[in-house]
């Protein structure tokens, strides 16, 4: 069934890669999940029809050795895995999922089998030889761009670009998907939507790799059969990649539940800038053999870096997620990688950084605002909104402007995925509404009986620009945002936070004046690390 145009336009599915349960976690595979989920929760906010997908990819050689090496079958590894580290991080820093797909899931493998079949009887797929070298690292068969000279131990052999591990010759009987016949419809996608691929620098490397020339690629295997079997000969099984990047259409409904499948394709697809090929080629080509639309948005975040390295447990530079929130939380965890980082670019973590956001941006900047504003209420007001003063002064009014102003601004640039800019907006008014308290001294103005009106439109000023940060930062910081709006007493006059319209947030004068506040509790207390108080 087919909706509506205005339907379609408010839709809006969001994915992250589905990551490999060769090993847990560590924080760059939560970076991904939170912009993800930042994305998702600020779009449910706005009344789009919103899906949230993340998932685990398992199978593959690589899953298959590690599973041999710790003595377990590979489905008995990944459901460990699942079950023990990949779901439990989901809980570990507060993501909103609407699915959680695994590729050894019945519904996954039909799936994948119908799209298989559906390429193989079109004639996109036909059988070959094959021999090159492949790295069961990236599951991939090497470009010669990523094949470098091994140093060290490995003097003399080719490895990875990426990995720096010694690369496997491969020499296979194995089914190829025509991908070089899709070479120009896809330079002509990048032309015609340059938003497809983004950032720029990411769209551009795209470009100039279908530029070179593409080649057909191998879809199967038969070295090992830990994998989804090739439909019409299940001595092959299909290509981990190919396998897994059909998990957006399986978990939708693909070959299923073509009414789902409708209200959600297509999808905005949030990876990291080592997969984007895989994500804005090879995957609008299947797609397009297909006969289904590619996605709408292809987004490469850069790495996270400690010490200058990529994040990499076999660097030994992985740090897992709960490292960070068991100390500091998950709001804190959240806001600090979607503020201190420039989404799209590389970004450098330090607990250094970490620690002094969190004082100086979390605690003091934002927790301190908010513990002022009810406490002074509570103090002058009965623990009530004030009413709002009959003349407006010209500082209440640049308050009142710029909330607007940075409602709309947040809003236009999580539209780009700019979340780090989008906060930055945000960060304006928590500024501004500290420097509005400091210069209006409300304390000063409770010593005049005469000043009581004024004192009243101060603090009406700076509750209002309250509710608008609760609002503006649920998506980043929900607990602390949830916290605030129960305390400002705006769920009983305006409703649930979640269901607030965040498009709307700027629009001032929403809370009543005379509505029952509570006291709130610090937001973001202070900490010790290292024997020091943070």
Known sequence: MALDQQAQSSSFFITTPIFYVNDAPHIGHAYTEVAADVLARWHRQAGDDTWFLTGTDEHG?????????????????????????????????????????????????????????????????????????????????????????????????????????????????????????????????????????????????????????????????????????????????????????????????????????????????????????????????????????????????????????KMSKSKLTGIAPNEITDTFGSDAFRYYFMRAISFGHDGSFSWEDLAARYQAELANGFGNLASRVLAMNQKYFEGRVPQAGSEEQPADAAIRTLAADVAARADERISAFAIHEALAAVWELVDALNGYITEQEPWVLAKDPAQRDRLAAVLYTTTEGLRVLAELLAPVIPQAAAKLWTALGAEETLGALAEQPIREAGRWGRLLAGTEQQRIAVLFPRIEIDGENK
């Open 61 to 309: 050689q690589k899953i298959l050795r590690t599973a041999t090496a710790n003595g377990v079958a590979p489905k008995e590894w990944a459901d460990r895995l699942v079950e023990s580290a990949w779901k439990p991080l989901l809980g570990t820093i507060n993501i909103s999922n609407d699915d959680f797909i695994r590729t050894t899931d019945a519904r996954h493998e039909e799936g994948v089998a119908k799209f298989l079949q559906k390429l193989y009887d079109d004639g996109h797929v036909y059988a070959g030889e094959f021999e090159a070298l492949y790295c069961v690292g990236c599951e991939e068969f090497k470009p010669k761009s990523e094949i470098v000279d091994g140093e060290g131990a490995f003097a003399g052999e080719k490895v990875c670009a990426i990995h720096s591990k010694p690369l496997e010759l491969l020499q296979e009987k194995n089914y190829f998907f025509k991908m070089s016949a899709f070479q120009d419809r896809l330079l002509a996608l990048y032309e015609e939507r340059p938003d497809f691929v983004q950032p720029a620098s990411a769209r551009n490397e795209v470009i100039a790799f279908v530029q070179q020339g593409l080649e057909d690629l191998s879809i199967s295997r038969t070295s090992f059969d830990w994998g989804i079997p090739i439909p019409w000969d299940s001595s092959h099984v299909t290509y981990v990649w190919f396998d897994a990047l059909l998990n957006y259409v399986t978990a939708t409904g693909y070959g299923a539940d073509t009414e789902q499948f409708e209200r959600r394709w297509p999808a905005t697809h949030i990876v990291g800038k080592d997969i984007l090929r895989f994500h804005a080629v090879i995957w609008p080509a299947m797609l397009m053999a297909a006969g289904l639309e590619v996605p709408r948005h292809v987004f490469a975040h850069g790495w996270l870096l400690v010490g200058g390295e």
